[in-house]
C-alpha cells in the first residue's frame, strides 16, 4: 500500500519560516520525480516545487530564493524548507509522487501552512 504522508505544517507569522516533510511507503522512492503542489481557498492546486531522481529542483517563481526543496532516497523523504513566509502561502500542501515510467501518481493528504499577517 502506498503511502506519502505529510508533516510539518502549522501557524507562522508573516516572514516565518517552517519545513514541512513527506515520508513515501510502499513505492520504490529512487524511481519516483516528488513534488510539493499547494491549493488555497477557492483557488486551483498549484506546481510549488519539484524534485527529479537526481536531485534537480524546480521551483514556481514566487517562491523562488524562499522555498529550498530536497529529497533523501535513503530515508525515502522529501522536505521542503520554507523561509520568509508569506500570508499569501497559505494553503494545504500536497505531496505528490510520479513513477519515471508508468507517469503513475501518488498524493498524500495535504498539511495545512497558514501565515498570518
Known amino acids: 500500500q502506498v503511502q506519502l504522508v505529510e508533516s510539518g505544517g502549522g501557524l507562522v507569522q508573516d516572514g516565518g519560516s517552517l519545513r514541512l516533510s513527506c515520508a513515501a511507503s510502499g513505492i520504490i522512492f529512487s524511481l519516483y520525480n516528488m513534488a510539493w503542489y499547494r491549493q488555497a481557498p477557492g483557488k486551483q492546486r498549484e506546481l510549488v516545487a519539484s524534485i527529479s531522481r537526481s536531485g534537480s529542483t524546480d521551483y514556481e517563481d514566487s517562491v523562488k530564493g524562499r522555498f529550498t526543496l530536497s529529497r533523501d532516497n535513503a530515508k525515502n523523504t522529501i522536505s521542503l524548507q520554507m523561509n520568509s513566509l508569506k500570508p499569501e502561502d497559505t494553503a494545504v500542501y500536497y505531496c505528490?509522487?510520479?513513477?519515471?515510467?508508468?507517469?503513475?501518481?501518488?498524493w498524500g493528504r495535504g498539511t495545512q501552512v497558514t501565515v498570518s499577517s
Open positions: 505528490n509522487a510520479v513513477q519515471m515510467y508508468t507517469r503513475q501518481s501518488f
